[in-house]
Nanobody, 126 residues
C-alpha cells in the first residue's frame, strides 16, 4: 500500500493550495480518507475526514470553512483544497486511510489509521 501526497509549497497568506494524495495497493473506495498536519515541535493533528462515498465530511474547527476535502474513487485520489491560508497553517500535511468506519470526533484519533502518506510541506508566509 502506498499513499503519495503532493501539491505543497510556499504561498502567501490569504492564498490557496490544493493537495492531492494518490493511493495504490488498496481498494480505495473501502477506506475513510483523512488529512492531518504536523507543525515543528507539535503533535500530528486531524484536519478533515471523508466517508467512503464522499457523502460525509468532518472538519476540525481550525479549518472549517477554509478547507475542503474531496475524493475521486475512480482515480484513487483524495484532495484537500485550502483557501484563505494563514501563517499558522504552516506544517507538513499527511493523508491517511482507515478501513474501519468513523464519524465526527471518532475520526480524529491518528492511532486508528492504517496507512499514511509521506507528507508534503506547506509554508504560508505573512
Amino acid at each position: 500500500v502506498q499513499l503519495q501526497a503532493f501539491g505543497g509549497g510556499l504561498v502567501q497568506a490569504g492564498g490557496s493550495l490544493r493537495l492531492s494524495c494518490a493511493a495504490s495497493g488498496l481498494t480505495f473506495s473501502r477506506y475513510i480518507m483523512s488529512w492531518f498536519r504536523q507543525a515543528p515541535g507539535k503533535e500530528r493533528y486531524f484536519l478533515a475526514a471523508l466517508s467512503r462515498s464522499g457523502g460525509m465530511t468532518y472538519y476540525a474547527d481550525s479549518v472549517k470553512g477554509r478547507f475542503t476535502i474531496s475524493r475521486d474513487n475512480a482515480k484513487n485520489t483524495v484532495y484537500l483544497q485550502m483557501n484563505s491560508l494563514k501563517p499558522e497553517d504552516t506544517a507538513v500535511y499527511y493523508c491517511a486511510a482507515r478501513r474501519d468506519n468513523c464519524s465526527g470526533y471518532g475520526c480524529y484519533d491518528r492511532r486508528l489509521y492504517d496507512y499514511w502518506g509521506q507528507g508534503t510541506q506547506v509554508t504560508v508566509s505573512s
